[in-house]
């Protein structure tokens, strides 16, 4: 039932991010603002940027499916591997078809307006690899792997700011549509008993002390660039009528990037936790006292 309210949260997020960022004039303004922020100091950055955008690519989601796959039949979790399916076709599916047919980008005369580009398809990739990684992997890596994977896809979405090629609005709902999907196989897995880690000793205290950290150590970074953010963001929609000034782009740049940071964090913190949670071993019913007094 969690699994199923995260999703259907994501959804509702995702459509808000097109609704004030895309369908109105201020947020239209306060988007092409941070695009013109990006150009500061983009020679530099791009260097970087683009080696990180070249590995996203229908071959790399290929191989990744394919690697997933087998990790969850070397694992015998025959289930995992159809879930891990789902995930990655459904979450670039889904955005493919948010982006192309549910949503437009009206013009509304801000300067930048071409064809609607929400939500990111390089930024939905990166996440999708980085969950289905998080979904298969045995139970003692998952923290890392959700690190690794809040790491990768932030690095993605932040990449294609820098190239200009998607808006902060854009990577913040491509994380949020592989955040429902990843819920929903969360879901279907928690349903299944045989897909339930039911042959593996439960989690000693030191793994469990790793895995809140790990899972602490996200949502701190997660809200910190949310503040970040926000006073961004603020400072950006109230000056949305006249954005000219280096400083203010510079603001509206480092705005969209701290969010993409922020959603990262907090969308794998999230995943972490519901995986965890739906994949642990099933507990055992306790024995009647008069079986206890039979065996004693």
């Known amino acids: 039932m969690t699994g199923l309210v995260v999703a259907a949260l994501s959804a509702v997020g995702v459509w808000l991010c097109w609704r004030v960022f ?4 201020a947020g239209q303004q306060v988007e092409w603002a941070a695009l013109q922020g990006a150009l500061y100091g983009q020679g530099q950055l791009w260097r970087v940027a683009e080696r990180v955008l070249d590995v996203v690519s229908v071959g790399a989601i290929a191989v990744v499916l394919l690697a997933a796959v087998l990790i969850a039949l070397v694992r015998r979790r025959w289930s995992l591997a159809v879930q891990a399916a789902v ?4 979450a670039n599916v889904t955005t493919r078809l948010v982006k192309l047919v549910l949503l437009e980008r009206p013009d509304l005369g801000v300067e930048g307006t071409w064809g609607n580009t929400l939500p990111s398809g390089h930024t939905t990739a990166a996440a999708s690899i980085s969950a289905v990684l998080l979904l298969v992997v045995p139970r003692r890596i998952r923290p890392w792997a959700a690190v690794a994977g809040a790491g990768y896809t932030a690095a993605t979405g932040v990449s294609t700011l820098v190239g200009q090629w998607h808006r902060p609005s854009d990577v913040v709902a491509a994380v949020l549509v592989v955040t429902a999907w990843t819920a929903i196989s969360c879901s279907v897995v928690a349903l299944m008993p045989s897909t339930r880690d039911a042959e593996a000793p439960a989690a000693g205290p030191g793994e469990k002390r790793w895995s809140r950290r790990i899972t602490l150590g ?3 970074i997660g809200l910190g660039s949310g503040v970040v953010a926000l006073a961004a963001l603020q400072t950006t929609w109230t ?6 000034a280096r400083a203010e782009m510079l603001t509206a740049y480092l705005g969209g990037a701290a969010g993409v940071v922020a959603a990262s964090c907090l ?3 999230l995943l972490l936790a519901l995986t965890r949670a739906s994949t642990a071993p099933a507990r055992q019913p306790a024995s009647p006292a008069w079986a206890l007094d039979e065996t004693s």
């Open 239 to 244: 000056h949305r009528v006249a954005l000219d």
């Open 267 to 269: 969308a794998f913190a």
């Open 22 to 25: 895309v369908d109105t004039w």
């Open 218 to 220: 996200l949502v701190l």
């Open 87 to 90: 995930l990655m076709i459904g």
